[in-house]
């Protein structure tokens, strides 16, 4: 089944303390991108990825760090978290061109307290 | 910077009518738009891709047209059923050859199908 997985599901750290959530797809897919989504806010594009060792902010990159060493995986590392970064965070597949379409992961809720 | 409106914020229709939901963009240079369906809570759903030389796309009960002179998209949920309850997002990337990766998404329609 093509699928886009994350882990962790759902995360409650501190402030300052380093992590990392995993995105991985199984559709060979060239394009990769990671979201969050807050109320009132929407979908706001945090980082992507346009093939293995190319990648680009997005409108939030703030705080963010990304890497894509492999076509299949594309983590999300927070250095140093704080409480703003309380989100709902999405990865993303897709083709890649002009004409990408799009396949979302299930999401990652995180809360830093 | 490519801008996406959904008006409206939220629908509620009774079970058997048909929905349209609406998106604007202010850059009619587009490549493709993109529709997608949220439940609360959990990831995106991929509806319909409309790539730029369509007018329009079909999938069973749902229709999404493109209007690019006008900046607008359409989709359209015929014979509305109450498990089409979430919320429509529509998604764009991009014009330039150096930000097709980047993606502007519309703040999405709440769509309440009452029995």
């Known amino acids: 089944e093509a699928q886009v997985t994350q882990n962790p599901r759902y995360l409650i750290t501190v402030t300052g303390k380093k992590l990392t959530v995993t995105c991985s797809q199984n559709?060979?897919?060239?394009?990769m991108s990671w979201y969050r989504q807050d109320p009132g806010l929407g979908l706001r594009q945090i980082y992507y990825?346009?093939?293995?060792?190319?990648?680009d902010k997005g409108d939030v990159p703030e705080g963010y760090k990304v890497s894509r060493k492999e076509k299949r995986n594309f983590p999300l590392i927070l250095e140093s978290p704080s409480p703003n970064q309380t989100s709902l965070y999405f990865c993303?597949?897709?083709?890649?061109?002009?004409?990408?379409?799009?396949?979302f992961g299930p999401g990652t809720r995180l809360t830093v307290l | 910077k490519q801008e996406v409106t959904q008006i409206p914020a939220a629908l509620s229709v009774p079970e058997g009518e048909n929905l349209v939901l609406n998106c604007s963009f202010t850059?009619?240079?587009?490549?493709?738009l993109q529709w997608f369906r949220q439940d609360p809570g959990k990831g995106l759903t991929s509806l319909l891709l409309?790539?730029?030389?369509?007018r329009e796309q079909t999938s069973g009960r749902l229709n999404a047209s493109l209007d690019k002179s006008s900046g607008r998209s359409t989709l359209y949920i015929a014979a509305s059923q109450p498990g089409d309850s979430a919320t429509y997002l529509c998604?764009?990337?991009?014009?330039?050859?150096?930000?097709?990766?980047?993606?502007?998404f519309g703040a999405g329609t709440q769509v309440v199908v009452t029995p």
């Open positions: 993303a597949a897709g083709t890649s061109g002009i004409y990408n379409e799009q396949f």
């Open positions: 559709m060979n897919h060239e394009y």
């Open positions: 409309i790539q730029s030389s369509q």
């Open positions: 850059d009619s240079a587009i490549y493709n």
């Open positions: 990825s346009m093939n293995v060792e190319v990648t």
């Open positions: 998604a764009c990337p991009g014009r330039t050859t150096d930000s097709w990766g980047k993606f502007q």
